[in-house]
């Protein structure tokens, strides 16, 4: 299916922490595994509004998201504290592949890891705007 | 990324409807992507459950969640429908892929189609547990 | 605390159902008691939008909410269906309270019931808004 | 409907962060109103099993949660850093009513304040549990 493996958080630029909540958590006692790709929606967006390139109330371009993947290789439980390690794999005219590995709590080796394609689209007609300069500069300093 | 295509009704042999809620909707106006990640999950456990495959309270063996993925060909908004259809496309010693593909309201083709892969493992001891006869019988009929 | 008891369907002139999802389930085998709140919110909104009363996207007026509450009387399941029972207690001028009790399958007293209550603002202003004749013949047509 | 008002922090004795995430924020663009109550499970669980009052996966009883309410005084975006302030307001035999303010960022006055009641129950009969000394003594300390 895939030969993904955990990563170090020495493969990324940007983190983010994130709180485990008390209703992550499933019947089987460890978070629910589509709790990770909100995790992943966190990290992208917050890198991006601290950025300055996305308004999502005002901006004309919004990032539509095309395709999301994870792979999880251990648990994590409540009330762990997680880190998102956040970089970009590739960059095309209109669209960005995000990457995203989950740490926990002290570890070095992710949890967890995950593909995040946006798609860059006119808010109102939804077809596709190529990204901007000051938005291809930002992205390059987190390529891997 | 990926060559996959929005599939058709026809394409599963199980269904069940998942309603859309107020607070599935992102600033964006359409539900959000990890949404349908929760509806993977119930589509998953709940022929599960309603095959009696599973007792998720008092069962010896657990489905363990180590891949999902999901494309997102069109949105989806409240207070649509969502119609599941799930088939199996792998089944191994100890772990079944499951695709998903959602419909919104009455269309026939699918606006998201997801992969899900449960591993099936011990409860107490986490290692990989054979799925049962009866399990395999059941995957059988929904293989597609 | 409360001497809010059972209700029954009876007591309630408009009904909408909500499927549970797996991960509405916590640690404990039940229904996390944040998720009734989301049942709520689907159940209000989805009311409005029904009869014509809230354009979310696009209306000039929208409902804030400002207080809700919920009493617990009985457990929920996976996969159980769930029925909101919704009723106004109460329509002021730029307000309304909106009452909802929630039932598990064929069940006919309800297992959980709350309180909430929209206060009506300008979308830009935030500033409180009078409820229009239309909306307040609809809101009497479930006045309890 | 009540005479609640934001509160301060000095009203607290125990606090915790939480981070706002990206789809907690709705069409409205603020967070949902049903998101304050995961924060305030997140903030009395959080507090119980730092304590080592909660054994979650094996303690012998378990807080079953019989009453909510929130009023909102004013919202909260993404990305906001959000300090639960907890206190206990009442504990009788088998029950706790606690407490939550919310403190969006650097803020002093709380944007929202929950009450929340927790009866400890046998995680196997459901049937009621007087608190323990070690437990009374604990909450005794966030008393206000």
């Known amino acids: 299916m895939s030969r993904t493996r955990p ?3 020495r493969d990324f630029r940007w983190f983010c922490e994130v709180n485990t909540q008390w209703k992550d958590v499933d019947i089987y006692g460890h978070v629910n595994n589509a709790v990770h790709y909100t995790w992943f929606d966190t990290a992208v ?4 509004v601290g ?19 994870c792979e999880y290789f251990d648990e994590v439980v409540f009330p762990d504290l997680v880190t998102c390690g956040l970089c970009a794999s590739r960059m095309g005219t209109t669209s960005v592949t995000y990457e995203i590995s989950l740490f ?11 593909t995040f394609v946006h ?6 007609t939804r077809r596709p705007v190529p990204l901007s300069g000051d938005f291809r500069n930002a992205v390059e300093q987190i390529l891997s």
């Open 7 to 9: 990563r170090h958080r």
């Open 119 to 124: 798609a860059y689209v006119d808010r109102v």
């Open 45 to 48: 967006n917050g890198w991006l």
């Open 51 to 69: 950025r300055g390139l996305l308004d999502p109330v005002r901006g004309e371009a919004v990032g539509l998201v095309v395709h999301t993947s």
């Open 104 to 114: 926990r709590n002290d570890a070095n080796q992710s949890f967890a890891h995950g």
